[in-house]
């Protein structure tokens, strides 16, 4: 009883915790990367990249959305993630996943893999191919996404400075990248 109480009390404050009293921060704001194919990245460029995130001060949610093109195609990058989240906040109580998923983003034709690295290390290991010696938030981590958006509610114990880790999957195509990325804050 006791339990299914406090659920249901746990559920009630995370339906209301993003209101009116909730600012969006854009950290990123369509930012285009260009990464080569696997085999490609051999003889110059790179087939992985790490974004620095810093989040600000009272950071409560964070957001991502990811759009990956065949390099040569036309891009859309016409999205406003701050205020596309700040209004469908407002609009009531409603949860950051909710708002997310009611976020139209363009369509895209690649796909990519996009991890969240928590700390430096992670970030090097990373971008230098050590497999296995990288860590990532599995919550706030996709593969073979095309369209990502990502909610990430809660981001309590987080570091302040994480890294947004893209992985072109082809071998051999180069890709481009917009990324978006918001933090909701108090």
Same mark, same amino acid.
């Given at each position: 009883?006791?339990?299914?109480?406090?659920?249901? &009390?746990?559920? &009630?404050?995370?339906?209301? #915790?993003? +209101?009116?009293?909730?600012?969006v921060?854009?950290?990123?704001?369509?930012? !285009?990367?260009?990464l080569?194919?696997?085999?490609?990245?051999?003889?110059?460029?790179?087939?992985?990249i #790490?974004?620095?995130?810093?989040?600000?001060?009272?950071?409560?949610? &964070?957001? $991502?959305?990811?759009q990956?093109?065949?390099?040569?195609?036309?891009?859309?990058h016409?999205l406003?993630?701050?205020?596309s989240?700040?209004?469908?906040?407002?609009?009531?109580?409603?949860?950051? #996943?909710n708002?997310?998923?009611?976020?139209?983003?363009?369509?895209?034709?690649?796909?990519?893999?996009?991890?969240?690295?928590?700390? @430096?290390?992670?970030?090097?290991?990373?971008?230098?191919?050590?497999?296995? $010696? @990288?860590?990532?938030?599995d919550?706030?981590?996709?593969?073979? +996404?095309?369209?990502?958006?990502? #909610?990430?509610?809660? !981001?309590?114990?987080?570091?302040?400075? /994480?890294?947004?880790?893209l992985?072109? &999957?082809?071998s /051999?195509?180069?890709?481009?990248?917009?990324?978006?990325v918001a933090?909701?804050?108090?």
């Amino acid at each position: 009883m006791r339990k299914t109480f406090l659920a249901l &009390l746990l559920s &009630l404050f995370s339906v209301g #915790a993003y +209101c009116q009293d909730s600012k969006v921060i854009n950290l990123i704001s369509n930012e !285009v990367y260009q990464l080569n194919g696997g085999l490609r990245s051999q003889f110059g460029g790179r087939s992985r990249i #790490a974004i620095p995130i810093s989040l600000p001060y009272n950071t409560r949610g &964070l957001v $991502y959305t990811i759009q990956a093109y065949r390099q040569g195609e036309s891009v859309e990058h016409s999205l406003n993630l701050g205020m596309s989240l700040l209004t469908l906040i407002n609009t009531g109580n409603v949860t950051l #996943a909710n708002a997310v998923s009611n976020i139209e983003i363009p369509a895209s034709t690649q796909t990519v893999d996009v991890y969240l690295l928590p700390g @430096w290390n992670d970030k090097e290991n990373f971008v230098n191919k050590r497999e296995g $010696y @990288w860590r990532i938030y599995d919550n706030a981590s996709r593969t073979a +996404c095309s369209n990502c958006k990502v #909610a990430l509610e809660n !981001v309590a114990g987080m570091p302040q400075n /994480l890294f947004l880790g893209l992985r072109n &999957l082809s071998s /051999l195509d180069a890709i481009t990248i917009v990324v978006n990325v918001a933090a909701v804050t108090y």
